[in-house]
């Protein structure tokens, strides 16, 4: 070292930040809500008079009941600074005013940095928490925010625990430090991807650019009411449009304000998993944790599915089939085809809120392929047991004064999966393979979609790509088949169980009875030849060796008393799952053979 200069350390420079500290309680500042000046103290900027605190503070003090302390902000400025001063050489700017905005943020929020990162706990589960504080710089990512969330993944992998992050506001990467800010980008998405843990993103505010690629996007990601997330800023879209008239500016201005993606959009093309107001989003987070952290179970408000609200009615009045056995002792497979095929049959609604303890729908897909609402899926706890359950939904029947309407069937499209639908599926199953969740599977289903969007969106390439990836997923999976099984729909879905379980008034088969008639369009009984010549019923499959379980109904079907349907389904799957655990926590090669080979064709040796 040079004769006359000083080496500034780290322990240098946590004492010089511990003066700062200390003299900036006591220098006088300008509350941002009221106005008010007031003398800091120990409230670290909480305003003594309006109670306002600065999004970084609220949220910490929402989540975890508790103040930041004096220690929190050390221990983030003393990993801020060993990471500057891993990356000296790279972390700087040609800017004129880079130190001047840097300075400036440091003063305001007392933060060397804009991420703040802490071992902490919501309820009795032990998390990382991360929050982008939105003061530091606007919300800008550079090499010390990227360098502290990797951090924060490797510490929650170390602790075993979940990582959180809430992203309050970020146009993007600091471009005052160029290609240094853009290589966090893919290094945090590989980073990401071979995670062990889950990381739950929280959009809390306006997320554009790299911030929405790479770093806001988690296994699961929740939107609060309100918020943005893009990856283009509204900014570059209005330049875009280069609007002249001041009329349409106007209109433009008003578009961007609401719809542009917004939570509507969210919510209609299925970018993140749920959306929920800020008063909902810690017990939402606790109902989460309390299936992926089950040892750490907390007492909350437990979610179940909420049918869903659909506007408008068809003018028709809808006369409903309710099939009824005259003599259940020699039931046929066509009334067997009827049964299932009932309008007051239990639908994957009603199981879904009778058999588990809790529900929290997932509804994100990593590509958009068209709107599809048919496969609902999500984190259930079943009997004390975390699970991953998913299946397709045929819709009710809406009653009103005596009339039925259709509205459910349609927004549903009868229980027929799509292109969405297929890729929801993989990726929920890939998810219970990170978390070592056991899948249940529930199909009804006459097949898959087979109209225009469905065809242009490669439905084939689609159900193919389900069938190769749900049949090797390390993890337990249990099929249960609740009404019909048609077509490549069917084999899709249920393909990947370990054990197949299926209600004793079920049925599967190439194509339904109603499809297969063409094969007997000459005859004037052509749907009850179709149905008696299928092997399709329960009993056939069970000593064709393609299911293992039956689940037996009343007499007559499920729809003449539910809760007896129920409770055998419940008995059924605890024991599959018993039986399953017993086994190992996940799968081993052997297993996922035995699971293939249950399809197996056999051939003369080569």
Same mark, same amino acid.
């Given at each position: 070292?040079?004769?006359?200069?000083i080496?500034?350390?780290?322990?240098?420079y946590?004492?010089?930040?511990?003066?700062?500290l200390?003299?900036?309680?006591?220098?006088?500042q300008?509350c941002?809500?009221?106005?008010?000046?007031?003398?800091?103290?120990?409230?670290?900027r909480i305003c003594?008079?309006?109670?306002?605190?600065?999004?970084?503070i609220?949220?910490?003090?929402?989540?975890?009941?508790?103040?930041?302390?004096k220690?929190d902000?050390?221990?983030n400025?003393?990993l801020?600074?060993?990471?500057?001063?891993?990356?000296k050489d790279t972390?700087k700017?040609?800017?004129?005013?880079y130190?001047?905005?840097?300075?400036?943020?440091?003063?305001?929020?007392?933060?060397?940095?804009?991420?703040? #990162?802490l071992?902490?706990k919501i309820?009795?589960?032990?998390?990382?928490?991360?929050?982008?504080?939105?003061?530091?710089?606007?919300?800008?990512?550079?090499?010390?925010?990227?360098?502290?969330?990797?951090?924060a993944?490797?510490?929650?992998?170390?602790?075993?625990?979940?990582?959180?992050?809430?992203?309050?506001?970020?146009?993007?990467?600091n471009?005052?430090?160029?290609?240094?800010?853009?290589?966090?980008?893919?290094?945090?998405s590989?980073?990401r991807?071979?995670?062990?843990?889950?990381?739950?993103?929280v959009?809390?505010g306006?997320?554009?650019?790299?911030t929405? #690629?790479?770093?806001a996007?988690?296994?699961i990601?929740?939107a609060?009411?309100?918020?943005?997330?893009?990856?283009?800023?509204?900014?570059?879209?209005?330049?875009?449009l280069?609007?002249t008239?001041?009329?349409?500016?106007?209109l433009?201005?008003?578009?961007?304000?609401?719809?542009y993606q917004?939570?509507?959009?969210m919510?209609?093309?299925?970018?993140?998993?749920?959306?929920?107001?800020?008063?909902?989003?810690?017990n939402?987070?606790?109902?989460?944790?309390?299936?992926?952290?089950?040892?750490?179970?907390?007492?909350?408000?437990?979610?179940?599915?909420?049918?869903?609200?659909?506007?408008?009615?068809?003018?028709?009045?809808?006369?409903?089939?309710?099939?009824? #056995?005259?003599?259940?002792?020699?039931?046929?497979p066509?009334?067997?085809?009827?049964?299932?095929?009932?309008?007051?049959?239990?639908?994957?609604?009603?199981?879904?809120?009778?058999?588990?303890?809790?529900f929290?729908e997932l509804?994100?897909?990593?590509?958009?392929?068209?709107?599809d609402?048919?496969?609902?899926?999500?984190?259930?706890?079943?009997?004390?047991?975390?699970?991953?359950?998913?299946?397709?939904?045929k819709?009710?029947?809406i009653e009103?004064e005596?009339?039925?309407?259709?509205?459910?069937?349609t927004?549903?499209?009868?229980?027929?999966?799509?292109?969405?639908d297929?890729g929801?599926?993989i990726?929920?199953v890939?998810?219970?393979?990170?978390?070592?969740?056991?899948?249940?599977m529930? #199909?009804?289903?006459?097949?898959?979609?087979?109209?225009?969007?469905?065809?242009?969106?490669?439905?084939f390439?689609?159900?193919?790509?389900?069938?190769?990836?749900?049949p090797?997923?390390?993890t337990?999976?249990?099929?249960?088949?609740i009404?019909?099984g048609?077509?490549g729909?069917?084999?899709a879905?249920?393909?990947?169980g370990?054990?197949?379980?299926m209600q004793?008034y079920?049925?599967?088969?190439?194509?339904d009875?109603?499809?297969?008639?063409?094969?007997?369009?000459?005859?004037p009984?052509?749907?009850e030849?179709?149905?008696?010549?299928?092997?399709?019923t329960?009993?056939?499959?069970?000593?064709?060796?393609?299911?293992?379980?039956i689940?037996?109904?009343?007499p007559?079907g499920?729809?003449?008393n539910?809760?007896y349907?129920?409770?055998?389904?419940?008995?059924?799957?605890?024991l599959?799952?018993?039986k399953l655990?017993?086994?190992?926590?996940?799968?081993?090669?052997?297993?996922?053979k035995?699971r293939k080979?249950?399809?197996?064709?056999n051939?003369?040796?080569?």
């Open positions: 070292m040079e004769k006359g200069k080496r500034i350390t780290l322990d240098y946590m004492n010089h930040l511990s003066y700062y200390q003299k900036a309680k006591r220098r006088e300008k941002l809500d009221c106005g008010k000046e007031y003398t800091p103290g120990d409230h670290l003594p008079s309006c109670n306002y605190r600065p999004p970084l609220q949220w910490f003090l929402d989540l975890t009941g508790r103040e930041i302390s220690e902000v050390l221990f400025n003393k801020a600074g060993e990471i500057i001063r891993r990356n972390i700017s040609n800017h004129p005013r130190k001047q905005k840097i300075r400036a943020s440091k003063r305001l929020t007392w933060f060397r940095d804009g991420l703040f #990162v071992k902490t309820g009795n589960h032990p998390i990382i928490l991360t929050i982008l504080n939105p003061e530091f710089f606007n919300g800008a990512i550079g090499p010390v925010e990227a360098g502290k969330l990797v951090y993944f490797k510490m929650a992998e170390r602790e075993n625990i979940p990582i959180i992050g809430i992203w309050i506001n970020s146009a993007g990467m471009m005052n430090i160029d290609m240094n800010a853009l290589r966090a980008m893919p290094y945090i590989g980073i991807k071979s995670l062990t843990i889950p990381y739950i993103s959009i809390a306006n997320i554009y650019g790299g929405s #690629v790479s770093l996007q988690g296994h990601t929740i609060l009411e309100g918020s943005k997330l893009g990856f283009t800023g509204p900014g570059i879209f209005k330049r875009l280069r609007v008239k001041k009329k349409t500016q106007e433009v201005e008003k578009y961007l304000k609401t719809k917004g939570t509507s959009e919510r209609t093309y299925s970018k993140v998993d749920m959306i929920v107001t800020p008063d909902q989003l810690r939402r987070l606790l109902n989460i944790l309390n299936v992926l952290d089950i040892k750490n179970i907390t007492s909350c408000n437990v979610c179940y599915f909420e049918e869903p609200l659909i506007i408008g009615k068809l003018k028709d009045k809808v006369y409903p089939n309710n099939h009824q #056995v005259k003599n259940p002792t020699e039931i046929t066509l009334e067997i085809f009827r049964i299932a095929n009932s309008d007051f049959r239990p639908t994957f609604q009603d199981y879904l809120n009778g058999l588990f303890d809790s929290i509804r994100r897909v990593n590509w958009f392929l068209g709107i609402h048919t496969l609902i899926g999500g984190l259930a706890i079943f009997q004390g047991i975390p699970v991953m359950v998913m299946g397709t939904e819709g009710k029947l009103e005596n009339h039925y309407y259709l509205n459910q069937r927004y549903f499209r009868n229980g027929m999966i799509g292109p969405t297929c929801k599926a990726r929920l890939k998810l219970a393979e990170k978390f070592k969740l056991p899948v249940l529930f #199909v009804d289903t006459l097949g898959a979609r087979f109209d225009f969007r469905a065809e242009n969106y490669h439905m390439g689609l159900l193919d790509q389900v069938m190769q990836e749900v090797n997923v390390k337990w999976i249990i099929s249960i088949n009404g019909r048609g077509s729909g069917y084999i879905l249920a393909c990947g370990d054990i197949v379980i004793e079920a049925y599967a088969a190439t194509a009875p109603s499809a297969k008639t063409i094969l007997y369009k000459d005859l009984n052509a749907l030849l179709a149905a008696n010549n299928s092997e399709m329960a009993q056939d499959l069970l000593r064709q060796g393609y299911i293992d379980i689940s037996k109904e009343p007559g499920a729809h003449l539910p809760e349907a129920m409770q055998k389904l419940r008995e059924n799957i605890r599959a799952l018993e655990l017993a086994k190992s926590e996940t799968p081993t090669p052997e297993d996922i035995i080979d249950r399809y197996k064709i051939i003369p040796a080569v």
